[in-house]
């Protein structure tokens, strides 16, 4: 037994599991096929139903039929996944050209769940056909399902651009997929004017392709986001709702929403705007009322007299769903990997496939047209000396020896002599030999045509072209979404805005905020702020009530308050907590405040955590509506915290302290723009208990000033720091002592020579001095004494005067 058992290193076997896990999610669940645009579920969905005859020409059939066949013959998972999949390509609101008709409840644009499967009907619809159209015919390759009982395609033949038409939207292990939805008419124009000329540009193919196409409609701005898209797979276009001014009897008016963005939540956004309303965040709604019916979409927003409209519905633009931006993230299965693809790319990819699946469906056809000539010359064959070829058969013993027969005396081949002994009696008349030579001459002239096919390339694409001009043909409607070139700036009347005001924003250690007059806080001073017993001041900012001020916590969470949200509380006084503000665990410390006015995508926010971990997020991504809850800055692991939180404007230096006195220096640029929900990468390769006591950005003006657990402080200049990589181990700014070995317990970046600092004790006490009285020292040092612990207790943390 000892034998099978492998000492593995548990890296190895986690990275080996992990790798094979992703990519079975990448490629077998979560992200659609360049070729079809399916993903594995949906295209399982369609061939059973396909398979078992569900078919846009047949009854409608229960939904739990399909789901049963699916699960029992292609995908074991759980029947409320395969459910859910096969609902959402019946959803008009969901898919540009539906693939599944359903009768019965199939869920709403309220997010309102279908109904189970057992109440509803479903059958494929006429274009999902078009996806399935000649499979038989060997056009694609297939598999084993999941026990090897049965075969599935690993593709469809997809007679038209599925992927560009229908989009995709998915998550899986370090990929996700947005691929808008397209109107069909538009992706095949695109796809001949692709075929007639592969060096087309982009902005060509934007000629016929111009932008997307949601199921909702709504108004889509900026083209130069959907061209960079288009180019490069990447982009941003805002998408705003339909929204016409009424006039009502009153004298009153009202703003009427017919169309909203794709994938928005009708009764959230209506709930939102009501809540608006109800909290008085916006000055001159009346009522908000969902009167959408059978009809359509209508969402009515009552105004008060004299009243903006358009100041109201910029107001609603900004803070509401009612306009939201789609960022296109066009990540695809291609040639068995993910890939991010522009539109040249998915459309040749797809011309590609075609061109696989009509040389393959020709050969098919010709190899049966070929076989079915060869009978055709037999029977002519045999009818040309009938008399001796009954004579045969009569004196043959049974069927097998007259096949023989056949074969020995005339030549005829096994085949044609099979079709000659099952020939029946009436096939016998003088016109069944004239039909017989009319199929012969009509086998001719097609074996002459799939021949041409397959040896002409030019042939094989117009066949082609011409497939997709009659999908074109059949199947094409009107654009929904209207294309606006620019993204229109929002500019919000002051009759809806908070008033501009200058003020101070100060947190505190325990967490207590608040904002303070510019007045109040000059006439008191920094040292007079209110503050609890044993609490200290951690930061305070200057600002104004239009910011947002966005507060980070250890968790790696942040909390989003608008400054005017904050209580005007004097400066003496005591804050606020924030947790009366946006409810946060009892055990969540405060890390970093910052101020922002139109989150511009000009720098970069820095998470550091204690177990040494690290990542960089644009500030553009911070930006949001939310303020009732706490926004995820950064994914944790268990027993870890967010220790430092810092902004940088350009690639910086940074540098990271230990408690063991270990410290790394290297370039911010080597740290990849991240989205929020990253878990960020490793940043210094840590020593067994050993922690993170500083992450900062350091430049060649300042110094840093780090205190020991034995109450010595030390400060380094810029120069004693060695720039590496990222995730080494660094260098030791500490001496090593057998004995009592100092360790540190906090440390800062000072940018200004007259810093002056503040060293606190678990008791509370303070400790104060001056920055520049600390002379610089070595690489191998432990600096200078400052208190006695026995007297002046544990450090807990320091202080330094350069709050900004």
């Not at 199939?106 to 109440?119: E, Q, T």
């Not at 099979?418 to 008349?429: D, F, K, N």
């Not at 920055?771 to 432990?782: C, G």
């Amino acid at each position: 037994m000892s034998e099978i058992i492998q000492n593995l290193p548990l890296e190895d076997v986690i990275g080996d599991r992990f790798g094979r896990y992703s990519k079975y999610i990448i490629q077998e669940r979560a992200l659609p096929d360049v070729r079809d645009g399916l993903k594995p579920v949906q295209r399982r969905i369609l061939y059973a139903m396909y398979s078992s005859g569900n078919t846009y020409d047949k009854h409608f059939r229960k939904s739990a039929k399909t789901v049963g066949d699916v699960i029992g013959q292609f995908h074991p998972h759980g029947d409320t996944s395969v459910y859910d999949a096969m609902v959402r390509l019946s959803q008009e609101w969901k898919l540009r050209h539906l693939l599944i008709e359903m009768h019965g409840n199939n869920g709403s644009i309220d997010n309102d769940p279908p109904a189970a499967m057992r109440y509803t009907e479903a059958k494929l619809s006429k274009l999902s056909e078009e996806l399935l159209r000649d499979i038989n015919k060997d056009t694609v390759d297939y598999m084993p399902n999941y026990d090897d009982t049965e075969e599935e395609p690993m593709v469809l033949p997809s007679r038209f651009p599925n992927l560009l038409v229908n989009g995709s939207t998915g998550i899986s292990s370090g990929y996700a997929t947005d691929i808008p939805p397209h109107n069909l008419n538009e992706v095949i124009q695109a796809t001949l004017k692709y075929i007639k000329n592969p060096d087309i540009t982009v902005s060509q193919l934007m000629k016929s392709l111009k932008g997307p196409d949601f199921p909702t409609g709504g108004i889509i701005q900026g083209i130069d986001g959907i061209k960079k898209a288009y180019e490069t797979g990447k982009g941003k276009i805002v998408v705003r709702s339909k929204v016409e001014v009424d006039k009502l009897r009153s004298g009153r008016k009202q703003l009427l929403v017919t169309e909203i963005p794709f994938e928005v939540n009708k009764s959230a956004l209506v709930k939102k705007i009501d809540e608006l309303r109800a909290d008085k965040k916006v000055d001159g709604i009346v009522e908000v009322r969902d009167e959408t019916d059978r009809t359509g979409l209508r969402v009515a927003i009552e105004l008060k007299k004299d009243v903006n409209p358009s100041s109201v519905l910029n107001f609603l633009y900004k803070n509401t769903d009612l306009q939201v931006a789609y960022n296109f993230n066009m990540v695809a299965i291609s040639e068995g990997r993910p890939k991010l693809m522009g539109i040249k790319a998915m459309i040749d990819s797809y011309l590609n496939h075609q061109i696989e699946v009509v040389t393959r469906r020709t050969r098919y056809d010709l190899n049966q047209a070929e076989k079915r000539m060869h009978i055709v010359e037999g029977l002519m064959k045999a009818l040309s000396i009938l008399d001796e070829v009954i004579q045969l058969i009569r004196n043959s013993k049974n069927k097998k020896d007259a096949k023989d027969n056949l074969v020995e005396t005339y030549d005829f081949t096994e085949a044609q002599a099979e079709a000659i002994v099952m020939l029946q009696l009436y096939r016998l008349t003088n016109t069944d030999i004239v039909a017989l030579e009319n199929e012969h001459e009509e086998l001719e002239n097609l074996i002459s045509r799939l021949r041409e096919i397959l040896d002409n390339h030019d042939a094989l694409l117009s066949v082609i072209e011409s497939e997709l001009k009659d999908i074109q043909k059949t199947y094409k409607e009107d654009r929904l979404s209207v294309i606006e070139a620019e993204i229109e700036e929002i500019k919000i009347d002051k009759e809806v805005v908070v008033p501009k005001e200058d003020v101070i924003i100060s947190l505190t250690h325990d967490g207590y905020i608040k904002r303070t007059s510019i007045r109040s806080f000059n006439a008191s001073g920094v040292t007079e702020v209110g503050l609890k017993n044993e609490d200290t001041l951690l930061k305070y900012i200057e600002g104004h009530t239009q910011q947002t001020l966005l507060v980070f916590t250890n968790k790696g969470r942040y909390l989003n308050i608008p400054v005017h949200k904050l209580s005007d509380i004097k400066w003496k006084d005591l804050g606020q907590h924030v947790s009366q503000i946006v409810p946060i665990d009892d055990d969540e410390k405060m890390i970093n405040m910052y101020t922002e006015n139109d989150f511009k995508d000009d720098g970069y926010y820095v998470l550091a955590t204690r177990n040494g971990m690290i990542k960089k997020s644009n500030i553009g991504l911070f930006k949001s509506s939310r303020y009732t809850k706490p926004l995820i800055a950064m994914r944790m692991k268990d027993q870890d915290d967010v220790i430092s939180v810092f902004k940088i404007t350009s690639d910086k230096t940074l540098t990271v302290l230990t408690h063991k006195g270990m410290s790394l220096t290297y370039d911010a640029s080597e740290l990849s723009d991240t989205g929020l929900r990253a878990a960020g990468v490793k940043s210094i390769n840590l020593k067994d208990e050993d922690f993170v006591v500083m992450t900062d950005a350091v430049s060649e003006a300042d110094t840093i000033l780090m205190v020991t657990q034995r109450g010595a402080i030390k400060r380094i200049g810029y120069n004693t720091l060695a720039k590496a990589k990222r995730a080494q181990r660094g260098l030791t700014l500490l001496k090593e002592l057998k004995k009592q070995p100092h360790r540190i317990v906090d440390a800062k970046t000072c940018r200004e020579a007259d810093t002056s600092y503040e060293i606190v004790s678990t008791s509370g006490k303070v400790h104060e001095g001056a920055n520049k009285d600390i002379h610089l020292s070595e690489q191998y040092t432990n600096g200078t004494f400052i208190v006695d612990i026995k007297e002046f207790g544990d450090i807990s943390y320091m202080i330094i005067s350069d709050h900004n």
